[in-house]
Structure formats: structure tokens, C-alpha cells
């Protein structure tokens, strides 16, 4: 009789074991089906996001809203590592506004769920004092934009102000000077900073924007890690770097606009090692020194009236300064050495005396780049 009953034994087993598979959770894998991608098209430029997996998709729509409530898990569908790392780098460089989020988020499963674990720089409380106070000094810093002001305007409106209320700080505390709240709140920050809060203040004001990263090298020749903006202007892409157009350490004015609006060759010159890549930065057409008549093909005598108008335009406008460029390097050198070493700026100057009774400037002060054959003059 026992070994009859074995074989029926083993099918009771049986029977029970697939009862268990089919219907107990934690052996099947959660089902997302019914979850709306919210962040589609919304209106928002979402670089990152929009080159996520179907999965990271979902994960980034789960977890987005969650991070804003300080939740410390988060149920997501399943990813794997190499989505997970491009999924930290969505949220965070989509999202601008979440200075709170921290660098150690981690992915943990339970069976077939899994989950992330966001690390927060501070306390659920400190993060709601903090957006309450980033979401104050944004209301403040689009308080000045004019109605109808396009995107070039908008884009140009933000690179001031930011060059005017920030100061680059690398000596800061690294969580206290890579974030929007560090240049809008604080008003010190490296680039990072720069680089969020003008992302966090075009988004704002519609204007399709998103973060680079790579290596700059400076004058000195060092080279270090480095981010800034990619914005598009009627369809055409640029550079935007703010961090190198302003101008605390000179202390002679708030910024200029060499790196404003600039194509992959000549940002290329300094900046190297895009991520991403290809950003199709092809054009000048909203170039600062294109946009404001002051980019030249040659150094003469049109030249020199158009910057003499210039600097007494700004002069009475009580903008001291005059910035312009050539587009090519012979014409910067002959310009260089002409106003530099053969007396160009004194007669410049002498020449605006005698065009325009009432002019005053008692000294000259020039900044020249060698990389981009940009001048910069400021007077007082």
C-alpha cells in the first residue's frame, strides 16, 4: 500500500507547488501596465529622461513625485544597473528644483519587486524650508523679465542675472555649492550650480535647455571636470556657459558674454569631452556678438565706428562696458596688436571725446580671448 501512495503523494506535491507559483506574489513580478508615463511631451525639455529605457521610464515616473514627499522607498519595476546609474542621472539633471537629493540612492529587491532607496542631503523639514525659499528667490529672479521677451531675451535675461547675483565659490562646502539653491539662495556655487539654476530658471520661462558635462582647460592650462547649458533658440542649438563668463575674480564687472550662445568649434578650443556627444551646436546666428552687430569678419574702419557707438551707447546708458569679436584669428591679431601696442585704444577713445561732447572715462580697462578673438573694455 505505501508504495502506491507515493506516486499520488508526489502529485498532491505537485499540484501545490504550481498553486504557490501562479498565484503567490512575491514569485511573480508587479505588474505596471496601468502606470501613466505623466513626464511624456509635458511640455518641459526632459533630455534625459526621453533617452531612458521603457522600464526607466516607469521607474522615473514612480519615483519623481515620491522624492518631493521624502519618501525613503520606492517601489519601481525591475532595471538593471546600467539603467539605474542613467536614472540618477535623469532625475537629477531634469530636475534642477530637487537640490535636496543626495548622491548614494540605491536599488534593493524583495523577490521580484524592486525598489529605490533615494539618500536626501538633509531632513524632510529642511527640504521643505529650503524649496520654500527656492521657490521665493525663482518668483524673484523672473520677476524682471519682460512680457513678451522671446527666447534669445529670455536665455540672455538669465545669464545676467545669474552672473550678477552669484560668485563662483570652490572653497564652499561641496552639497552647499553644486545646486540652483546655492546660486539663487546663497549666491555661491561652481558650476553645477550655474549650470541647474539657469536649467531651473529657462524651464521656468519655456525655453528648451539642458545639462552638459565634460573638461574645460583654462589660461593656466589646468583642466577639470566641468558643466554648462545646451539651449536651443528657434530650433538651433548652443553652448551657454556661464560659470566662464563671469567675472567676480577680475572684479572689473558682473560678466560678459564671451561663452553666451557659442557652436562646438569654438567652445571646442577649451572645452572638450562632451557628455553627450553630439549636440548638434552648428550656428551663430544667435551668437551675443551676431545678436548685437558686434562680431566682425575684418578690423576697419567700420569696425572701429561700430565700437566707438557702442561704448558711448552703453556709456549713456550707464552700461561702462563694450564687448565684441571676430570671427576669424587673423583679424583678432591685427586688432590685438593695434589697440594693444600701436595706441588703437587712446585713439578709440580720443575719438569718442571728439564725436560725442559730455563723454567722461578716466581709465580703460581690456580683456582679450585669445580662443574665442573676443575684446572686452571697461571703462569708468
Not at 520661462?205 to 566641468?226: M, P, R, W
Not at 551657454?240 to 557659442?262: C, K, P, R, S
Not at 564687448?323 to 600701436?342: H, I, P, V
Request: hydrophobic share 35%; charged share 25%.
Amino acid at each position: 500500500m505505501k508504495l502506491k501512495l507515493l506516486p499520488i503523494l508526489a502529485v498532491l506535491l505537485l499540484v501545490v507547488f504550481l498553486f504557490v507559483l501562479g498565484s503567490g506574489k512575491l514569485l511573480s513580478a508587479p505588474d505596471y501596465s496601468e502606470v501613466e508615463l505623466s513626464y511624456e511631451n509635458d511640455g518641459r525639455t526632459r533630455y534625459y529622461y526621453d533617452r531612458l529605457s521603457p522600464n526607466a521610464k516607469l521607474a522615473y515616473t514612480m519615483i519623481l513625485p515620491k522624492l518631493y514627499e521624502h519618501s525613503e522607498k520606492i517601489e519601481i519595476p525591475e532595471i538593471t544597473s546600467e539603467d539605474f546609474d542613467s536614472l540618477m542621472y535623469a532625475l537629477s539633471y531634469d530636475n534642477p528644483e530637487l537640490f535636496c537629493l543626495g548622491t548614494q540612492s540605491s536599488l534593493k529587491t524583495e523577490g521580484r519587486t524592486y525598489y529605490y532607496c533615494p539618500s536626501y542631503t538633509c531632513s524632510e523639514q529642511e527640504c521643505l524650508d529650503g524649496r520654500s525659499k527656492l521657490d521665493g528667490a525663482v518668483k524673484k529672479a523672473l520677476s524682471g523679465i519682460s512680457m513678451g521677451a522671446d527666447d534669445y531675451e529670455k536665455e540672455l535675461y538669465v545669464h545676467d542675472y545669474i552672473c550678477k547675483i552669484c560668485r563662483y565659490d570652490a572653497e564652499a562646502d561641496k552639497l552647499q555649492n553644486i545646486s540652483a539653491y546655492s546660486v539663487l539662495v546663497d549666491g555661491n556655487a561652481v558650476c553645477e550650480g550655474y549650470a541647474k539654476a539657469a536649467k531651473l530658471l529657462l524651464d521656468k520661462l519655456g525655453v528648451s535647455n539642458y545639462l552638459i558635462t565634460g573638461d574645460a582647460e583654462d589660461g593656466s592650462g589646468k583642466v577639470t571636470g566641468h558643466m554648462w547649458n545646451i539651449v536651443s533658440v528657434n530650433s538651433q542649438n548652443y553652448h551657454l556657459d556661464i560659470t566662464w563668463d563671469d567675472m567676480d575674480a577680475q572684479e572689473l564687472f558682473d560678466g560678459n558674454h564671451i561663452y553666451f550662445n557659442v557652436d562646438d568649434d569654438m567652445i571646442g578650443k577649451t572645452h572638450f569631452n562632451f557628455n553627450p556627444a553630439e549636440n548638434n551646436c552648428k550656428f551663430t546666428d544667435y551668437n551675443y556678438g551676431s545678436q548685437t552687430k558686434m562680431r566682425f569678419s575684418k578690423y576697419d574702419d567700420t569696425a572701429r565706428k561700430s565700437i566707438i557707438n557702442n561704448i558711448y551707447s552703453n556709456y549713456k546708458k550707464g552700461k561702462k562696458i563694450c564687448e565684441f569679436s571676430f570671427t576669424g584669428e587673423r583679424e583678432y591679431k591685427t586688432a590685438l596688436e593695434d589697440l594693444t601696442q600701436n595706441g588703437g585704444i587712446n585713439r578709440l577713445f580720443g575719438e569718442i571725446y571728439k564725436t560725442y561732447p559730455g563723454f567722461e572715462c578716466d581709465n580703460v580697462q581690456y580683456i582679450a580671448d585669445d580662443e574665442l578673438y573676443a575684446f572686452m573694455f571697461v571703462f569708468s
